[in-house]
């Protein structure tokens, strides 16, 4: 029998039923399929106690070998759930890189692919409004009138659109290709 909690879960639809877990491995690496299905058999293992039951399709259809793992999340024994939290992808990742590197595959190492360093950087490069605030700062001290500060925008390649509701920005000396309005 279920409890009140299964039974919410399951009306609801919100139930986890399996997870969808993909091992690629480097092409590089000179594995053979079976090696791979191997590594991917023995980190569910460990990662499930074998407590769980879970499917493994090696894919040889790219370039790399990968695995595509479906983990049952009923315990076979307990008839308990498999609880994803925070800390087992990182288990995951560990016990995957201790098996493969027994079969020689690299190890790649993560990166934070959405650091603030990262991202500061291609904003800087990719948003003119920085440029833009600085050129119009200047032109805002040294610009006697609207038609002096036209001007001068002008000498800055800096062009400035007061048709609409909104002021409009662009560099012309730069690769920006939409306006930035004011």
Same mark, same amino acid.
């Given at each position: ?67 595509? #793992? &479906?983990?049952? =999340?009923?315990?076979? %024994?307990?008839? @308990?759930?498999?609880? $994803? ?21 690299? #190890? &790649?190492?993560? =990166?934070?692919?959405? %650091?603030?360093? @990262?991202?500061?950087? $291609? ?60």
């Amino acid at each position: 029998k279920k409890g009140d909690d299964d039974l919410k879960e399951l009306s609801s639809g919100k139930q986890v039923l399996a997870h969808h877990i993909i091992q690629s491995f480097s092409p590089d690496d000179n594995l053979t399929p079976e090696q791979v299905h191997e590594i991917g058999r023995q980190t569910m293992l460990e990662l499930t106690g074998g407590n769980y039951e879970f499917v493994i399709a090696t894919h040889t259809d790219k370039d790399h070998l990968h695995n595509h #793992i &479906i983990l049952n =999340t009923t315990n076979t %024994s307990t008839l @308990k759930k498999f609880r $994803w939290e925070k800390k087992t992808l990182k288990n995951l990742r560990a016990i995957s890189d201790k098996h493969a590197a027994r079969y020689g595959a690299k #190890i &790649i190492e993560p =990166t934070m692919k959405n %650091s603030y360093t @990262k991202y500061s950087a $291609w904003r800087r490069q990719n948003n003119y409004r920085f440029e833009i605030k600085e050129r119009l700062d200047f032109l805002l001290k040294q610009a006697l009138s609207l038609e002096d500060f036209k001007h001068k925008a002008a000498a800055l390649d800096l062009q400035i659109d007061f048709s609409g509701k909104f002021v409009k920005y662009k560099l012309l000396d730069q690769p920006q290709q939409r306006n930035v309005r004011d």
